[in-house]
């Protein structure tokens, strides 16, 4: 059987375009920083690339420092700095932060002191979406980018943290982006790249594919293919819900004692659902589906491969039975709607032989 891959939002394939423009790249000698003609077309792809990802970002003007990925741009503007986020964080966020911003059970996060804050755009896991508060200093934008039409220059934020590998770019290769004027220490240092804030050779290759994606992306989003995978996700939605309720959709719902919190978010990343089945591991599940033949996870995949109960839906008040009972599935273009029926006859066949086991 040929495999579903339905783990979009811990990575995604490389696209075509990407591709093209990192084999290019690699025909550049020169590095960024000499002045010879081969230093100078290694450093005009390095400038053709920060404008790409610039204008797929609607961040003109901003400055876009070149990372080795989504984690080390948050460490280059959250370190050293006393910020507030929510536990629902992503880790590579969390680690820098006091966990202190309140969460509901619709995954929606109450920021008080915004300067003083740092707030993920869009949760991987649950695809719960923020409103972001005018004036917040850092916002995670991973998930985001690519997925629902924002712009930097519009968010009212001074830092984002942008990766490659998320929106069919090369993996290792992130950004932080910065509104013009705000002062960002540096944290490698040794030499002037990056505008003295992030020291070392620029990788040419990846910023290539990084600035290739990012622009294919933006295409993909103002051709409306994002709604098409929203369509597909629904059908899947559909699809694994039971007549009797066996099933639930964090984000869309609220665990049973917050029922009375009142309407939900505004809106869920077009390609995400978390599902949890209580009762039935995660891990066991994430397992049980890679047999046969599709790739789903249980959460975020930056814990060096370990399964762990979600301190996401922990944080939104779901209880320890279903938080550790929680799958990922996220979509990306391409992704049809016989192949998404085909993964919830498998996964529901599943679950009831494992609830007849019980």
């Known amino acids: ?22 084999v290019q790249a690699m025909e550049i000698t020169g590095n960024p920083s000499s002045v010879h003609a081969e230093g100078r077309a290694a450093k005009a ?15 003109d ?66 695809g719960v979406v923020q409103n972001l508060p005018d004036g917040l200093w850092a916002a995670d934008l991973t998930q985001g980018f690519g997925k629902i039409p924002f712009a930097f220059n519009w968010l009212g934020i ?63 989003l103002a051709q409306g293919r994002w709604d098409g995978v929203a369509q597909i996700r629904n059908i899947l939605k559909e699809a694994l819900e039971f007549p009797t309720k066996e099933v639930y959709f964090p984000g869309w719902e609220t665990p049973l004692e917050c029922k009375a919190m009142g309407k939900g978010p505004l809106t869920v990343l077009p390609n995400t659902l978390s599902v949890v089945a209580p009762g039935w591991k995660g891990e066991t599940q994430v397992m049980r589906m890679d047999l046969a033949g599709y790739a789903i996870s249980a959460g975020s995949a930056c814990s060096s491969g370990k399964v762990r109960a979600s301190r996401v839906l922990a944080a939104m008040g779901w209880g320890e039975e279903e938080a550790g009972s929680a799958i990922r599935i996220s979509l990306g273009p391409g ?5 998404v029926l085909r993964f919830a006859d498998t996964w529901r066949a599943a679950l009831q032989k494992h609830r007849g086991r019980r």
């Open 1 to 22: 059987m040929t495999r579903l891959y339905l783990d979009w939002n811990a990575t995604t394939p490389l696209r075509a375009e990407a591709r093209a423009a990192m």
């Open 61 to 126: 003007g901003a400055d876009i420092i070149f990372t080795s990925g989504a984690t080390e741009a948050a460490a280059l503007a959250l370190a050293g700095r006393a910020v507030a986020c929510a536990p629902v964080e992503h880790d590579a966020v969390a680690a820098w932060c006091d966990n202190s911003l309140p969460v509901d059970g619709w995954g929606r996060v109450t920021v008080s002191d915004p300067a003083r804050a740092t707030l993920q755009l869009a949760n991987s896991e649950t």
């Open 158 to 220: 001074t830092c984002g943290f942008i990766s490659a590998h998320k929106l069919g770019g090369p993996k290792g290769i992130g950004a932080l982006v910065v509104k013009r004027g705000t002062e960002i220490a540096a944290q490698l240092r040794g030499g002037g790249q990056e505008m003295g804030r992030r020291a070392g050779t620029e990788n040419l290759i990846g910023i290539a594919g990084f600035g290739a994606a990012a622009q294919a992306a933006a295409a993909d």
């Open 335 to 339: 992704v049809t709607r016989d192949e």
């Open 45 to 59: 792809a390095i400038e053709t690339a920060r404008a790409q990802i610039a204008a797929a970002l609607g961040a």
